[in-house]
Structures are given as C-alpha cells and as structure tokens.
C-alpha cells in the first residue's frame, strides 16, 4: 500500500473535521488490511464518517451528535 492511498482525497482534507478524517482513515486502513480494494476501502472509509457526520446543504460536513450502537457494532464486530 503507497503512502498516497493512505491519505485522505484532497477534497475530503479541506472539508472533513479532524476527527471525521481521523474516522476514515481508521476505516481505510482497516478496510486495506482485511485485503479490500483501494477503491472498495475509500467505499467503507467514506460510509464509516457517514455514521457519524452529515453533509449540509452548502456541503459542509457536520457530527450528527450521539454516536450509535450500529457505529459500536462495526468498530467492534467488523460489521457483521
């Protein structure tokens, strides 16, 4: 795995809070080590921020506040 597919896409740096990136890329690291494609963990990476940030209307990034059990049961179960 390249340093480049580890990192953030450029337009997710400039909009995503800290821990939202923090988020994705735990997700795509561990999406890569379960043997996923690159494309396929950016895929997880996105869908795991989505769990817990939205998007506005204007596109900004926003935590929908309380974190659920169904985030709890894919960091800890692996999502099955």
Do not use: C
């Not at 953030?8 to 809070?17: F, G, H, I, Y």
């Amino acid at each position: 795995m390249s340093d480049q597919s580890t990192q953030l896409p450029q337009e997710l740096a400039t909009q995503l809070p800290e821990h939202a990136q923090q988020i994705y890329s735990a997700a795509f690291k561990a999406a890569q080590e379960d043997g996923m494609s690159e494309n396929g963990a950016k895929e997880v990476a996105l869908s795991s921020v989505r769990n817990q940030y939205a998007q506005d209307k204007d596109g900004k990034w926003y935590n929908k506040g309380e974190i659920t059990n169904q985030h709890y049961k894919g960091v800890y179960s692996g999502g099955n």
